[in-house]
């Protein structure tokens, strides 16, 4: 027991080194931190939860069903085409929930159907009853595409985001079809709400001028065409107009490489100016040089912006949306252009938002609440055990430094529970001292030389206490495991100060009780 | 410099003669939280039924009766409006609006629209519908989980007796913690799970150290009864158990008094678990191992053993 051997001496000396090291950034203010040098092989500061530096955390659901209807769709026209291609009779032809049904009315010519059909989409199952087909999208194609809407809503997400200038934000799918975002210094968001909202899907459509309004609203409605609603950006200004526009599309959104918001030179009013990609823009080039005097309707998300007149053939592949914008709706819309649509619209499940004071408060509270426990805890201590309290306490201060450090080098997200979570282990860590203080005490009470007690002490309280902290630690795994954002920051904090109150207690308050127990040889324990 | 003993060395305090009582009153608060649990039920956060909680800040003190009257204008069901903290402090809670996760935002957009700028909103959350309904599952899962694991653990480095005290002084701790917060109508939402999970690490570790040392006496008195070996492992920790719950206290009381009114909920359920936690450690998880066959040495031992003890207590 004595022989506390180099190596360990020099461990335990090398990890208190390195935690002092890692921990000392947290003194410095954030900008003096940032401005440390980069060569300087330090940590960055810990990562401050959403709850204690303020921001928000939203999250979202992508209604993926959407992508599955969209699917199913482009499926009956597949199929539509396929058939009048062959020129097999059909009819009822349809998707229904996440299948396609079409019903052959040449007997003879079913197999030839069938055989077309399955060869269409190598995705879909084909089965036969009857004289009806249905096609299915296999399991693995459905979750395939979902994972790719996620992934696309993702990318989309982060490009609005990004517009929009927020610092850090972390932008993460979760499950099968949710996206989690979080966004520092946010505590208001709204604005980020309306970006989310939209699902951004641009297209210019000619408008229907052979079929009029009224007769669309009494629901004649020819095949080609729809009726859609024609608004200003914002809701309310003047009374409800609709207009019909063809259902082919002209050009896609997909086309556009820019949007800017921009002034009409004539009247000043705010517009949003675009262009396309070659493709686009031939596209655009000859659609409206072929429809001069016809009205060319700009439908964002099933609504028509404005609907224009073409005065004549617009060739450069660059144009301008006007609709009696603000400047802030301009703004917006040319930046939902830029950053492209989402595959599908997105629901918010959950929402929480906290404001930089409450955050600031916290952390004060926290660390108020921290320093009184642990002056406490620290005198408590040192009436108890005398000169091995001073030991603990010094152990504690260190234990303090290394949760600190590994939180540091981990970058884990310190969270108000996590602050807790640092504030109760400052009251267990000393459990393990504790234990080991006491079993002396029984050891010297039983007679025993201080070094034989002292040797005995660490040797029987050891096993208690990995089994006592190990049965702790599997609480806590689970309290990370199943445990969402602020939860998890407390079970890191806490199994982070199980960790480091082990290493305080085994190794450091034991090297300094040998140390001392080698240079003054004591004949009483003054425990 | 010596230090003091807040528990004087050789204590004997007969815990097992007791243990009728003790297993008799827990019993009765285990009972009585289930039939409380039954009853009242629980004051379910926004995370476990969904809903919105806004935290504002008001310039001056709060009027709450006209807040209220206004807020309760919106036609949004159920609002509980509370001072939080500071008489400036306000927090609102709205129940669950029918009609799904749209339904929330729109119910949340009313309020603000309500309140608008003379308010300044320290913390707004909102939870819908289909999430809250998981992290509740989710919950009831984490503590199931966690109960079984310890369980193993302890099964596997002691004997199968051990765990089941175990995990049954641990359930006690949980269900009696349920029942104060049923009684008092405290919010139970997700950092109070935390506080669960805690409180069961906490307890069980308690229970370990005393297991222990009636594990290391059991090898060192083969033939002692066991009350009286219980009696003697409980004291010889006593002192150690003192301690390390003291401890604990101060930095929870501590948490409690000056950690802010956001987590004052989170640490009175884990300082009502320290106290729990600790009576059940000594005074179920020890005497439980009376009646479960702790010394299978063969039939015939094991009646001597057991019979004396009977009589002992």
Not at chain 1, 208 to 211: C, S
Not at chain 1, 248 to 255: C, L, N
């Given at each position: 027991m004595v022989h506390f051997t180099k190596w360990k001496i020099a461990l335990v000396v090398l990890v208190c080194v390195a935690g002092l090291w890692c921990a000392?950034?947290?003194?410095?203010?954030r900008d003096t931190a940032a401005a440390l040098?980069?060569?300087?092989?330090v940590p960055e500061q810990i990562n401050l939860g959403l709850d204690l530096r303020g921001g928000s955390h939203l999250l979202l659901e992508v209604e993926t069903g959407v992508v599955i209807q969209e699917l199913m769709e482009a499926l009956v026209d597949t199929a539509r085409a396929e058939l009048r291609q062959a020129r097999i009779r059909y009819t009822g032809l349809g998707a229904d929930g996440a299948s396609v049904r079409v019903t052959i009315m040449e007997p003879g010519r079913l197999d030839e159907a069938v055989k077309l059909l399955r060869d269409a989409d190598a995705d879909t199952a084909v089965s036969v009853d009857g004289d009806r087909i249905t096609l299915t999208m296999t399991d693995a194609a459905i979750a395939d595409r979902q994972r790719s809407a996620v992934a696309k809503t993702v990318e989309i997400v982060r490009r609005r985001i990004d517009e929009t200038g927020v610092r850090e934000p972390t932008i993460v799918p979760q499950g099968d079809d949710r996206v989690l975002v979080q966004l520092p210094g946010?505590?208001?968001p709204e604005q980020m709400k309306r970006l989310l909202g939209k699902t951004a899907k641009m297209a210019f459509h000619l408008a229907?001028?052979?079929?009029p309004v009224a007769e669309a609203l009494a629901?004649?409605?020819?095949?080609g065409s729809m009726l859609l609603p024609l608004d200003?950006?914002?809701?309310?200004?003047?009374q409800q107009q609709r207009i019909v526009v063809q259902?082919?599309?002209?050009?896609?959104?997909?086309?556009?490489i820019d949007a800017q918001p921009t002034f009409d030179q004539q009247n000043n009013m705010p517009i949003v100016s675009f262009r396309f990609d070659t493709v686009g823009a031939k596209r655009f080039g000859d659609a409206t040089s072929k429809n001069v005097g016809r009205r060319l309707a700009i439908v964002l998300d099933g609504r028509v912006i404005s609907a224009p007149v073409?005065?004549?053939?617009?060739?450069?592949g660059s144009g301008i949306i006007t609709g009696d914008f603000t400047v802030e709706e301009s703004n917006e819309l040319s930046l939902l252009l830029r950053a492209g649509a989402l595959p599908a619209p997105l629901r918010i499940l959950e929402e929480r938002s906290v404001g930089p004071e409450l955050g600031a408060d916290s952390i004060t509270a926290g660390e108020v609440a921290g320093v009184v426990g642990l002056v406490v805890v620290a005198i408590f201590m040192v009436v108890a055990y005398g000169f091995f309290g001073v030991l603990a306490d010094l152990a504690l201060l260190f234990n303090i430094v290394l949760i600190v450090a590994a939180l540091s080098v981990l970058q884990a997200t310190l969270t108000l529970p996590g602050i807790a979570g640092i504030v109760l282990t400052i009251g267990m860590a000393v459990d393990a001292n504790v234990l080991v203080f006491e079993r002396i005490r029984e050891e010297v009470r039983a007679g025993r030389t201080p070094i034989s007690a002292i040797d005995t002490g660490y040797s029987r309280a050891t096993t208690t206490i990995i089994d006592s902290n190990l049965t702790t630690l599997i609480a806590v795994t689970v309290l990370y495991v199943f445990g969402s954002g602020p939860i998890q920051g407390f079970a890191v904090t806490l199994a982070l100060g199980i960790l480091t109150s082990l290493f305080t207690a085994i190794m450091l308050t034991r090297m300094w009780v040998v140390l001392w127990l080698r240079r003054t040889r004591p004949k009483v324990i003054p425990i | 410099m010596r230090g003091i003993s807040f528990?004087?060395?050789n204590t004997h305090i007969p815990f097992m003669a007791a243990r009728r009582v003790f297993l008799a009153a827990s019993a009765g608060l285990v009972i009585a939280s289930l039939a409380l649990f039954a009853v009242r039920g629980l004051n379910y956060?926004?995370?476990?039924?969904?809903g919105i909680l806004i935290e504002v800040q008001t310039q001056?003190?709060?009027?709450l009766p006209d807040l209220r009257t206004r807020l309760s204008g919106l036609g949004l069901g159920e609002i509980a409006l509370q001072e939080f903290g500071e008489p400036n402090e306000i927090l609102i809670r709205i129940q669950k609006q029918e009609g799904g996760e749209e339904a929330q935002q729109q119910a949340m957009e009313a309020v603000k629209a309500e309140l608008g700028s003379t308010v300044e909103y320290r913390r707004t959350e909102l939870v819908g519908p289909k999430v809250s309904k998981e992290l509740f599952w989710s919950g009831v899962e984490a503590v199931a989980f966690a109960l079984v694991a310890m369980l193993v653990y302890i099964w596997f480095r002691f004997e199968w007796q051990f765990g089941l005290g175990a995990v049954i002084a641990l359930a006690h701790d949980i269900i009696s913690t349920i029942g104060v917060f049923a009684l008092l109508g405290l919010e139970f939402n997700l950092s109070t799970v935390a506080a669960i999970l805690t409180i069961a690490g906490y307890s069980i570790n308690d229970t370990v150290v005393v297991y222990d040392r009636v594990r290391e006496n059991l090898r060192k008195y083969k033939t002692m009864p066991l009350p009286a070996l219980f009696d003697g492992a409980i004291n010889e920790t006593l002192s150690r158990t003192t301690m390390t719950s003291m401890t604990t206290l101060f930095a929870l009381l501590a948490l409690y008094l000056?950690?802010?009114?956001?987590?004052r909920g989170f640490s009175f359920a884990m300082i009502w678990g320290i106290v729990v936690g600790t009576y059940s450690s000594i005074c179920i998880a020890v005497p439980l191992l009376i009646y479960?066959?702790?010394?299978?040495?063969?039939g015939g031992g094991e009646a001597a053993v057991t019979a004396p003890a009977e009589k002992a207590s």
């Open positions: 000392w950034p947290n003194l410095l203010s040098p980069e060569w300087l092989p946010i505590d208001d229907d001028d052979q079929t629901g004649r409605v020819p095949p200003s950006q914002r809701e309310g200004r003047g259902k082919r599309v002209v050009v896609s959104g997909e086309h556009l073409i005065r004549d053939a617009i060739l450069g | 528990v004087p060395a956060g926004i995370d476990f039924v969904g001056g003190p709060a009027d000056l950690g802010g009114e956001v987590i479960m066959n702790l010394r299978p040495s063969g």
